[in-house]
């Protein structure tokens, strides 16, 4: 059992967000880059801390090896192609995927760009689930994820991350979130077994209230410098709060810009009151839609869905097959669909991927029951 004692955080990394008007927290592993840092080297200096390799499929590629000097030349066919450990930059497949990762009644999405770059936005609910997600990243990224993001603190969303960082296959660089803490056990085991980065690194410092500053700009914060996925690939913070009674009001909400297509990810975001989440900004259009709340009738507004026009073109929920709260609402399903609003559940798919190009989102197929690869979104 881990007894850790979190205490509120310290602030300890200015340069991080020093011109931003938000609040977030960046937690930086204990591993080097000598190659190609995920943060700007005005933004952290990394230490060195060998890393364990535990599975033997998923080797350190060559001398890519993350805790000595390299040389990355960009022509490691197997580092590029995911099939070993690498922090090399690699040359752009021009392809973005997005996996939402079929957990049952919660999140987990991996983004996976041009450059080989990786993001896995929540980790379930369960350990299963996060077997289950490290089994997923051994096979897709070689275990190795350069940005884990907690859009919120509720276990569906963190549950499942105490699993993956304890089996040793998968290497986490960076752990983004809020900062601040919340009650429970969920939220202990997070803290327990993020305490491996420097955690914390945050503008605010939440032992003031008012220093905890939301989003000010209608258009967001530009967090690439933080969450370098490769040039191709713009990511912007709409919303974070700290302290709402309603911790699905505090979830981060994201935009993930790839050439003209726009995804948006707002873990479980909520609309049903003039002061819960969706109320707070304006997504601008969006072309894939990460459906709040699993499909709840708190969220997914008619005014929200106005504000993405002409789109969602696709929706995702991510919902467990029968389950007790009735997700997703037969109300959020006829929005959707009279937004224009092609709708794909994980409870009906299982494990959905889709792929951009920039001009277009394709959905690519496990079988022959899913219609595809044909553009769903096109430019045209």
Not at 15 to 30: E, G, H, W, Y
Not at 32 to 50: E, G, M, Q, W, Y
Not at 235 to 254: A, D, M, Q, T
Not at 314 to 325: D, K, P
């Amino acid at each position: 059992m881990y007894h850790t004692q979190y205490t509120k955080p310290t602030l300890r990394l200015k340069n991080a967000i020093r011109n931003s008007a938000f609040a977030l927290s960046v937690v930086a592993a204990m591993s080097t880059f000598s190659c190609k840092s995920p943060l700007n080297d005005n933004v952290i200096s990394a230490s060195v801390r060998p890393v364990a390799i535990a599975d033997p499929k998923h080797p350190l590629c060559g001398n890519n090896k993350r805790d000595s000097e390299e040389t990355c030349d960009g022509k490691d066919a197997k580092a590029c192609s995911n099939e070993c450990k690498s922090d090399c930059t690699c040359p752009s497949t021009g392809k973005l995927e997005v996996h939402y990762i079929d957990v049952g009644q919660g999140d987990a999405i991996l983004v996976v760009s041009p450059t080989m770059r990786t993001m896995l936005i929540d980790a379930g609910k369960f350990r299963s689930d996060g077997s289950k997600i490290s089994d997923y990243l051994a096979l897709h990224t070689a275990g190795f994820v350069n940005y884990f993001v907690a859009s919120h603190f509720h276990a569906d969303h963190i549950g499942g991350l105490s699993n993956i960082l304890k089996d040793g296959r998968t290497t986490v660089d960076n752990v983004v979130d809020r900062g601040c803490s919340v009650s429970g056990n969920t939220f202990m085991y997070y803290a327990d077994f993020t305490a491996q980065f420097s955690r914390r690194n945050s503008r605010c410092a939440c032992n003031d209230v008012s220093e905890c500053v939301p989003v000010a700009s209608s258009e967001g914060v530009d967090l690439t410098p933080t969450i370098d996925l490769g040039r191709e690939v713009q990511i912007r913070l709409l919303h974070v709060e700290y302290e709402k009674p309603n911790e699905n009001n505090n979830s981060l909400v994201i935009t993930l810009l790839h050439g003209d297509r726009t995804f948006l990810f707002g873990g479980d975001c909520e609309g049903d009151s003039s002061k819960s989440c969706e109320t707070t900004f304006n997504p601008g259009k969006i072309d894939v839609y990460k459906v709040h709340h699993h499909g709840s009738d708190t969220s997914t507004s008619i005014a929200f869905l106005a504000h993405m026009a002409p789109g969602p073109q696709i929706s995702v929920i991510s919902v467990g097959a029968r389950n007790h709260y009735g997700h997703p609402s037969p109300d959020v399903i006829a929005r959707l669909t009279a937004a224009g609003s092609k709708v794909y559940r994980t409870d009906e798919l299982g494990d959905i991927v889709l792929q951009s190009d920039g001009q277009s989102v394709r959905l690519i197929p496990k079988d022959d029951s899913i219609d595809g690869p044909k553009a769903i979104v096109s430019s045209q």
